[in-house]
């Protein structure tokens, strides 16, 4: 099992910045890669952005390019989402996902996310 603790959401205004932490513990060796998926309300879960463990590969949705970077610490076990220039649109629950031990060729897709965090939220005013 992957357990995913999440923190660092809450309540900052248009053009601020928020960082998202999510650390990982028990068989981190079984999940391949980490992402960031939000949820606004009556909105479908999108994907943010995905990293893979081994040698760091990125991938962001297109709505979040220049302004979040995903990051990693090994060591620690840790994701991270850097969130800048935030937008009211922005607005969602954010969820931190883990793939399971084998290859997918997708980071984008939550179908291939075995295990999930708890969920934290971000709030953008204007």
């Known amino acids: 099992q992957v357990q995913l603790v999440e923190s660092g959401g809450g309540l900052v205004q248009a053009g601020g910045s928020l960082r998202l932490s999510c650390a990982a513990s028990?068989?981190?060796?079984?999940?391949?890669?980490m992402a960031w998926f939000r949820q606004a309300p009556d909105k479908e879960r999108d994907f943010v952005a995905a990293?893979?463990?081994?040698?760091?590969?990125?991938e962001r949705a297109d709505s979040v390019k220049g302004r979040f970077t995903i990051s990693r610490n090994n060591a620690k076990n840790t994701v991270y989402l850097e969130m800048n220039s935030l937008k009211p649109e922005d607005t969602a629950v954010y969820y931190c996902?883990?793939?399971?031990?084998?290859?997918?060729?997708?980071?984008?897709?939550?179908?291939?996310?075995?295990?999930w965090g708890q969920g934290t939220q971000v709030t953008v005013s204007s």
């Open positions: 996902a883990a793939q399971g031990p084998y290859w997918r060729d997708s980071l984008n897709d939550e179908s291939f996310y075995e295990y």
């Open positions: 028990g068989r981190t060796f079984s999940s391949s890669a």
């Open positions: 990293i893979r463990w081994s040698g760091g590969r990125i």
